[in-house]
């Protein structure tokens, strides 16, 4: 496969004598954006994933190069390797890995470190499961009643981490669900405020707090899609064109809090 549209990496440097060449590079392929089909996309598996990675790369278990690719324009090579697989693909000494439960797998048992990510709670793994389909069904109904539903799961993952008191959801380091949740809360904030004026609530403090903890992260900051593709991720999926300025706007990242953090 030829050298995608545009690449970012995030590699070890060299300590003690020893060089990026001693661990393993990883390549994950990621959707790009839908305007520029260059600039990351806002596919959530293809950040979590990322976000997975970037985590073992800054701790320098594994040399990690993420490349995106134009599903809408697939290069030639890429439709020949892969077919009609979307991505995320990860690619492992040549081995590529093609469905995310595999792909999680795989991080989590042949890549070095993966293993310490993957933190067994279910307590935890059921708080966040369907978070992402009421949002969907916020954005499709636009009634108050999934407003309250989306309210009320947001409320419970707060609740957890006001009773946890930890920094992270299982505690005050980055496992699994960290990378799941929090790009689903930035397509909540961003998705909701633009097509149903829905806002995360300030009285929600834990939730607030989490989020500013995760924002002054490099493994969500680097992986994070602009706002401008957050937006164009949905309006494609309720058929609706984005307008021409739309399109040349300057990508924004939402990235502040609208309460004070007191650490």
Same mark, same amino acid.
Not at 18 to 45: H, M, Q, Y
Not at 105 to 133: C, S, W
Not at 228 to 249: A, F, G, T, V
């Given at each position: 496969?030829?050298?995608?549209?545009? !690449?970012?990496? *995030?590699?070890? !440097? *060299?300590?003690?004598?020893?060089?990026?060449?001693?661990?393993?590079?990883?390549?994950?392929?990621?959707?790009?954006?839908?305007?520029?089909?260059?600039?990351?996309?806002?596919? +959530?598996?293809?950040? !979590?994933?990322?976000?997975? +990675?970037?985590?073992?790369?800054?701790?320098?278990?594994?040399? @990690?190069?993420?490349?995106?690719?134009?599903?809408?324009?697939?290069? $030639?090579?890429?439709?020949?390797?892969?077919?009609?697989?979307?991505?995320p693909i990860l690619i492992d000494n040549g081995l590529a890995i093609l469905e995310n439960e595999k792909i999680e797998r795989h991080i989590m048992k042949n890549i070095?470190?993966?293993?310490?990510?993957?933190?067994?709670?279910?307590?935890?793994?059921?708080?966040? !499961?369907?978070?992402?389909?009421?949002?969907?069904?916020? @954005?499709?109904?636009?009634?108050?009643?999934?407003?309250?539903? +989306?309210? *009320?799961?947001?409320?419970?993952?707060?609740?957890?981490?006001?009773?946890?008191?930890?920094?992270?959801?299982?505690?005050?380091?980055?496992?699994?669900?960290?990378?799941?949740?929090?790009?689903?809360?930035?397509?909540?904030?961003?998705?909701?405020?633009?097509?149903?004026?829905?806002?995360?609530?300030?009285?929600?403090?834990?939730?607030?707090?989490?989020?500013?903890?995760?924002?002054?992260?490099?493994?969500?900051?680097? *992986?994070? $899609?602009?706002?401008?593709?957050?937006?164009?991720?949905?309006?494609?999926?309720?058929s609706l064109k984005m307008k021409k300025h739309e399109e040349l706007e300057t990508p924004t990242f939402t990235t502040s809090i609208p309460i004070d953090i007191s650490?």
């Amino acid at each position: 496969m030829s050298d995608a549209d545009f !690449e970012t990496q *995030s590699q070890p !440097e *060299s300590t003690n004598g020893s060089s990026k060449f001693d661990v393993p590079e990883i390549e994950l392929i990621i959707k790009a954006s839908t305007i520029d089909g260059r600039r990351k996309g806002a596919c +959530l598996f293809c950040q !979590e994933y990322f976000m997975d +990675l970037y985590l073992l790369a800054e701790l320098k278990t594994i040399s @990690l190069k993420v490349t995106t690719v134009d599903m809408q324009k697939p290069p $030639p090579d890429f439709r020949t390797n892969f077919e009609a697989t979307h991505p995320p693909i990860l690619i492992d000494n040549g081995l590529a890995i093609l469905e995310n439960e595999k792909i999680e797998r795989h991080i989590m048992k042949n890549i070095p470190g993966g293993y310490n990510l993957f933190v067994q709670d279910k307590d935890v793994a059921t708080l966040i !499961e369907n978070l992402y389909v009421k949002l969907k069904l916020m @954005l499709v109904k636009k009634d108050e009643a999934k407003n309250n539903a +989306l309210l *009320s799961h947001l409320k419970k993952i707060n609740d957890h981490l006001a009773n946890r008191n930890t920094r992270f959801l299982t505690g005050d380091t980055m496992c699994c669900f960290d990378c799941e949740l929090m790009p689903r809360l930035q397509h909540i904030r961003v998705a909701g405020k633009y097509f149903v004026d829905f806002e995360i609530p300030t009285h929600l403090t834990a939730l607030w707090r989490y989020m500013y903890h995760m924002y002054q992260l490099d493994a969500f900051t680097q *992986s994070c $899609p602009a706002d401008q593709d957050i937006i164009n991720h949905y309006k494609l999926q309720q058929s609706l064109k984005m307008k021409k300025h739309e399109e040349l706007e300057t990508p924004t990242f939402t990235t502040s809090i609208p309460i004070d953090i007191s650490e």
